[in-house]
Protein backbone atom coordinates (compact mmCIF):
# COMPACT_ATOMS: atom_id res chain seq x y z
CA UNK A 1 0.00 0.00 0.00
CA UNK A 2 0.85 3.45 -0.38
CA UNK A 3 -0.47 5.73 2.49
CA UNK A 4 0.93 8.71 3.02
CA UNK A 5 3.84 8.05 0.31
CA UNK A 6 4.04 11.77 -1.35
CA UNK A 7 6.62 11.38 -4.38
CA UNK A 8 8.15 9.18 -6.54
CA UNK A 9 12.28 8.45 -5.36
CA UNK A 10 13.38 7.84 -9.09
CA UNK A 11 16.11 5.59 -7.52
CA UNK A 12 18.25 8.28 -6.15
CA UNK A 13 18.99 9.79 -2.78
CA UNK A 14 17.15 12.51 -1.07
CA UNK A 15 20.32 14.90 -2.10
CA UNK A 16 20.53 13.54 -5.72
CA UNK A 17 16.76 14.25 -6.11
CA UNK A 18 16.51 17.77 -4.85
CA UNK A 19 19.64 18.56 -7.58
CA UNK A 20 17.90 17.03 -10.53
CA UNK A 21 14.56 18.50 -9.49
CA UNK A 22 16.80 21.88 -9.26
CA UNK A 23 18.50 21.42 -12.68
CA UNK A 24 15.57 20.27 -14.52
CA UNK A 25 13.17 23.26 -13.91
CA UNK A 26 15.67 25.43 -13.94
CA UNK A 27 16.39 23.93 -17.76
CA UNK A 28 12.81 24.18 -18.42
CA UNK A 29 12.72 28.06 -17.12
CA UNK A 30 15.53 28.82 -19.47
CA UNK A 31 14.84 27.00 -22.72
CA UNK A 32 10.61 26.44 -21.76
CA UNK A 33 10.47 23.49 -23.28
CA UNK A 34 12.60 20.09 -22.79
CA UNK A 35 12.99 16.34 -23.92
CA UNK A 36 13.52 14.20 -20.50
CA UNK A 37 12.31 10.78 -19.48
CA UNK A 38 8.01 10.89 -18.67
CA UNK A 39 8.71 9.68 -15.34
CA UNK A 40 10.67 13.09 -14.30
CA UNK A 41 8.49 15.02 -16.17
CA UNK A 42 5.50 13.77 -14.36
CA UNK A 43 7.41 14.12 -11.15
CA UNK A 44 8.70 17.69 -11.25
CA UNK A 45 5.63 18.69 -13.06
CA UNK A 46 3.98 20.23 -9.14
CA UNK A 47 7.26 21.98 -8.38
CA UNK A 48 7.79 23.90 -11.59
CA UNK A 49 3.74 24.76 -11.42
CA UNK A 50 4.49 26.04 -8.06
CA UNK A 51 7.45 28.51 -8.97
CA UNK A 52 5.10 29.97 -11.79
CA UNK A 53 2.32 30.25 -9.20
CA UNK A 54 5.32 32.41 -6.82
CA UNK A 55 6.61 34.27 -9.37
CA UNK A 56 2.89 35.75 -10.69
CA UNK A 57 3.57 37.72 -7.70
CA UNK A 58 6.78 39.91 -7.98
CA UNK A 59 7.78 41.14 -4.75
CA UNK A 60 11.26 40.57 -2.48
CA UNK A 61 10.09 37.71 -0.50
CA UNK A 62 8.61 35.73 -3.42
CA UNK A 63 12.15 36.67 -5.83
CA UNK A 64 14.44 35.68 -2.31
CA UNK A 65 12.24 32.25 -1.61
CA UNK A 66 12.30 31.04 -5.53
CA UNK A 67 16.10 31.91 -4.93
CA UNK A 68 16.29 29.19 -2.33
CA UNK A 69 14.30 26.75 -3.93
CA UNK A 70 16.60 26.77 -7.59
CA UNK A 71 19.81 27.19 -5.61
CA UNK A 72 20.24 30.60 -6.26
CA UNK A 73 20.04 30.19 -10.13
CA UNK A 74 19.65 34.42 -10.81
CA UNK A 75 19.61 33.97 -14.51
CA UNK A 76 16.56 31.34 -14.47
CA UNK A 77 14.70 33.00 -11.58
CA UNK A 78 15.30 36.61 -13.44
CA UNK A 79 13.08 35.05 -16.40
CA UNK A 80 10.75 33.23 -14.42
CA UNK A 81 9.75 36.76 -12.55
CA UNK A 82 10.39 39.22 -15.55
CA UNK A 83 8.93 36.36 -18.81
CA UNK A 84 7.06 34.01 -17.14
CA UNK A 85 5.40 35.41 -14.40
CA UNK A 86 3.62 38.12 -16.25
CA UNK A 87 2.96 35.79 -19.14
CA UNK A 88 0.50 33.56 -17.12
CA UNK A 89 -0.34 36.22 -14.58
CA UNK A 90 -4.36 35.73 -15.78
CA UNK A 91 -4.03 31.86 -15.90
CA UNK A 92 -5.28 30.35 -13.07
CA UNK A 93 -3.07 27.21 -13.23
CA UNK A 94 -2.15 24.36 -15.44
CA UNK A 95 0.91 26.34 -17.28
CA UNK A 96 2.96 22.85 -18.28
CA UNK A 97 2.30 19.94 -20.61
CA UNK A 98 3.76 16.83 -20.71
CA UNK A 99 3.98 15.53 -24.37
CA UNK A 100 4.67 11.83 -24.56
CA UNK A 101 7.18 10.91 -27.47
CA UNK A 102 6.94 7.94 -29.53
CA UNK A 103 10.52 6.03 -29.61
CA UNK A 104 11.79 5.85 -26.73
CA UNK A 105 15.43 6.42 -25.20
CA UNK A 106 17.85 4.52 -27.06
CA UNK A 107 19.73 3.39 -24.05
CA UNK A 108 17.57 1.62 -22.03
CA UNK A 109 13.94 2.00 -23.79
CA UNK A 110 12.63 4.41 -20.91
CA UNK A 111 9.71 6.47 -22.32
CA UNK A 112 10.49 10.10 -23.14
CA UNK A 113 8.49 13.39 -23.36
CA UNK A 114 8.35 17.72 -23.76
CA UNK A 115 7.91 19.04 -20.58
CA UNK A 116 7.16 22.38 -21.99
CA UNK A 117 4.94 25.60 -20.78
CA UNK A 118 1.68 25.56 -22.08
CA UNK A 119 2.23 29.39 -23.36
CA UNK A 120 4.93 29.42 -26.02
CA UNK A 121 5.80 32.02 -29.00
CA UNK A 122 5.77 31.61 -32.94
CA UNK A 123 9.28 32.04 -32.71
CA UNK A 124 10.09 29.44 -29.42
CA UNK A 125 8.00 26.64 -31.35
CA UNK A 126 9.66 27.10 -34.76
CA UNK A 127 13.29 27.03 -32.76
CA UNK A 128 12.28 24.01 -31.01
CA UNK A 129 11.58 22.08 -34.31
CA UNK A 130 14.69 21.79 -35.55
Known amino acids: MRHRVKKKKLSRTASHRKALARNLVSALIEHERIETTLAKAKAHRPFAEKLVTLAKEKNLANYRRALSLLGNDKAAVAKLFDVLGPRFKDR ?3 YT ?3 KLEKPR ?3 KAPRAYF ?3 ERSAAEDALALD
Do not use: K, T
Request: proline share 8%.
Open 97 to 99: RIL
Open 116 to 118: EFV
Open 106 to 108: LGD
Open 92 to 94: PGG
